[in-house]
Nanobody, 133 residues
Framework: QVQLVESGGDLVEAGGSLRLSCAAS????????MAWYRQYRQAPGNEREL??????????NYTDSVKGRFTISRDNAKNTIYLQMNNLRPDDTAVYYC????????????????????????WGKGTPVTVSS
């Protein structure tokens, strides 16, 4: 079974901070690199931008626009991934999603999703972040 539940998004003023959390259910998420992605509301084709990645150890990577402002971390014991976002800017406004890197593929049986190699990309509902100027 796989499930991703993001939380922590909110409306904040520019320069403010937020901490996003992602509860990741499923063994696959405990062994794969994890990532935060974001989707801008006007993104053509529903494209998601890769924001930050973290391996099962401590190796992290960030897209240039968030370096020095965002910090990704994970608590494997709690199956939770975090994104600390500081000095937020209006162009950070987006819906934020967590997922494995690359995104997990899954199939649905009834109401439950299971990781399968030839499935579709599975995404949670995301959490919206709005930064006012």
């Amino acid at each position: 079974q796989v499930q991703l539940v993001e939380s922590g998004g909110d409306l904040v003023e520019a320069g403010g901070s937020l901490r996003l959390s992602c509860a990741a259910s499923g063994r696959i998420f405990s062994i794969k690199p994890m990532a935060w992605y974001r989707q801008y509301r006007q993104a053509p084709g529903n494209e998601r931008e890769l924001v930050a990645t973290i391996t099962n150890g401590i190796s992290t990577n960030y897209t240039d626009s968030v370096k020095g402002r965002f910090t990704i971390s994970r608590d494997n014991a709690k199956n939770t991934i975090y994104l600390q976002m500081n000095n937020l800017r209006p162009d950070d406004t987006a819906v934020y999603y967590c997922n494995s890197f690359p995104p997990v593929r899954a199939g649905r049986y009834g109401t439950t999703w299971y990781a399968i190699q030839d499935g579709i990309e599975y995404w949670g509902k995301g959490t919206p972040v709005t930064v006012s100027s």
